[in-house]
Every structure is written in C-alpha cells, then in structure tokens.
C-alpha cells in the first residue's frame, strides 16, 4: 500500500496537461493531496500550497507522488535532487511513469539505505491472459475520446458517481496510472504485453450481476497514431454495452502530433461503434463528455446546447455539470 497523504511532485512540467497525474489526484481524492512541490519553470498549478520537502515532512507527508505525465514516461535528471532529498528526509516515493523508479540506481541504493519504497505502478502485477471475446454478465460502459488527455477518466468517474447516487451498482475500472493512484488497484494497460491487452480488460471487468455497470477509464484515441493500440484493447477487452464520446473543443492538433487534427465527434462515434460492435453488436453511443475547463459558463453551457442539438445525444461537461444525464442515458440498457 502507498502510504498516505501525498506531495504531488509537479516537476518542471511545460503545461497543466502534464500534470494530469497530481490533478487527479487533487481532484478525486483532496484530502490526501497535502500540498505540490514545482522546478522553477513549471507551468502547471494546482492551487495547493507549495512545500519544500522538509515542510511536507513536518505536515505529515508519507509520500511524494510524480504527478508528471511526460512524453515517453521518462524521469528527468533536473528532478533527481528533489527525489533523492525525499528519500533522504524519509518520504517514500510513488510514480506511474514508464521509467521505472527501481531501474536508477542512484534512487535504488538510497531506498535501501533508508528503508524506504519506490513504488512504480504501472508495472503489471498480474499474468493476464489472452482475450477469448466471450460475454460477460453485467454491464460496461468505456469512456472513448478524440484524443489523448481529453476528459476519459474524469468521465468515469463522474459516471460512477452519478449512477452511485441514483442507487445503481456503479464501479470505477482504473487502466491507466493516475486512476491506480485514485483508487489503489487497477491494470497499467499501456504496460502490458501487446497480446495480453485485451485479456486484461476482460480481467479487469469481469462477471459481474445483471445491473451491475462496470465505468471503464479511457486510454488513448483510435484516431492518434502513438496510442491507437491501447483504446481498440480497451474496446475489445470491455466489450462495452455503453460508449461516451469525449472530447476538449478548441485544441490545435492531436496531443504530441502537431501535424494531425482532431477527428470529429462523428468520426469518432461512427469508428468507435464500429470497433465495439464486433465484440457487442448491441453497443450503443449514449452521450458526450465535453471538457470545458478552458471555457466560462456561459460558453461551457452553450457550446454544450449546440452539440447536443448536432450530435442528437445528451451533451454536458461531467465535472462541471454532473453526470446525471449521462447516468439516466444508461436506462433500460
């Protein structure tokens, strides 16, 4: 177990996107979110207090968590005197980034010393097996986006909360790192084994009872070159009974790919049904998550109105408006 509460390590991160990690975390679970420690040039803030790490220490803090989400999931030298300073000071260190915290061994050698851990999530835990398509009792829902970082979880989880409040059996499926830091368990599915993909969903959504919804958090996009391989896994692995569209209007261009746009929410709907109808050919398309942070309400509110009126499906920012309308889509499905 990861010893609570957190400092969410921000880094020298270039924008809030690359923080998406500790935002998460700031966001789902703010109580263990004691406070943020920034590089000069970080460009994210959460809007927690900013400590050194003698100050997290005397606070309370047990962990510093790697709140970067960078390109490749390296961990940076520039950062490595803050990690071995809280290794230092006794604090464990927890991170989702490919680039394992037990492979420096600089970090390594000082855990040992101090008899502190390294905990590096998005290493697979489990065999997974390879995906047999059979269905599953229960019903699942996935989170599907135009592109990277648009929304997917925060979709999820708004969902299972919603369905939670209408008395629905409702609960979250983590697959990527910051979920597994939300929830304490999940499948770090861009780590896995290409083959064992899609296995790993159906493990991680297993049979469930008939009015049971399983909210399986999004990775990816079917239309962004680096991480098409992680979504179509998900689709097939979940065999969702239930697609919500996700979306982040205004972007330039596909997060990391400067020379491709964004798909259209109807690409994206016509391909993603298309994909999932060959594991459910009872899937459906029941609504679309907006993400709205960049606007004000009354541009959020009407940008909201005017898909809905195009797309023909309920429409709303989840974490702004609620899920409610999204939850009441999943009727009689």
């Known amino acids: 177990m990861i010893e ?55 606070a309370g803090v047990k962990t510093l968590v790697i709140g970067v989400a960078n390109r490749g999931g390296v961990i940076s030298p520039a950062w490595k005197t803050v990690l071995i300073e809280a290794l230092e000071a006794g604090l464990d260190i927890a991170s989702g980034l490919h680039n394992l915290l037990r492979d420096e061994p600089e970090l390594a050698e000082r855990a040992r010393e101090r008899g502190r851990q390294l905990h590096d999530v998005r290493v697979p835990s489990v065999a997974y097996p390879i995906a047999n398509g059979r269905p599953r009792t229960g019903k699942r829902v996935l989170a599907v986006g135009t592109d990277c970082s648009v929304g997917k979880m925060y979709t999820a989880l708004c969902l299972e909360k919603a369905l939670t409040e209408k008395g629905v059996k409702a609960t979250f499926r983590a697959t990527g790192q910051t979920g597994i830091l939300i929830t304490g368990e999940g499948v770090p599915l861009d780590a896995v084994i290409a083959d064992f993909m899609a296995g790993s969903i159906e493990y991680l959504t297993p049979d469930n009872e008939p009015d049971h919804w399983d909210l399986i958090e999004g990775q990816g996009s079917l239309f962004h070159a680096s991480y098409s391989g992680v979504t179509l896994a998900l689709i097939h692995g979940g065999h969702p009974d239930a697609l919500v569209l996700c979306d982040e209007p205004g972007r330039p261009h596909m997060r990391g790919l400067p020379d491709y746009r964004l798909p259209s929410l109807e690409a994206l709907r016509d391909l993603a049904l298309s994909m999932a109808r060959i594991v459910n050919p009872d899937c459906k398309v029941v609504g679309i998550s907006l993400n709205t942070s960049a606007l004000d309400d009354e541009a959020a509110l009407k940008l909201c109105e005017e898909t809905e009126a195009r797309m023909g499906l309920p429409t709303v920012d989840p974490f702004r408006h609620g899920a409610k309308r999204l939850a009441d889509a999943l009727d009689g499905l």
């Open 4 to 58: 609570r509460p957190y400092l969410l390590f921000l880094g020298d991160a270039p924008d809030k996107l690359a923080a998406k990690v500790a935002q998460g975390i700031r966001d789902w679970r703010p109580d263990n979110a004691v406070g943020q420690l920034r590089l000069p040039g970080c460009k994210a803030d959460l809007g927690l207090p900013d400590l050194s790490i003698g100050e997290a220490v005397e």
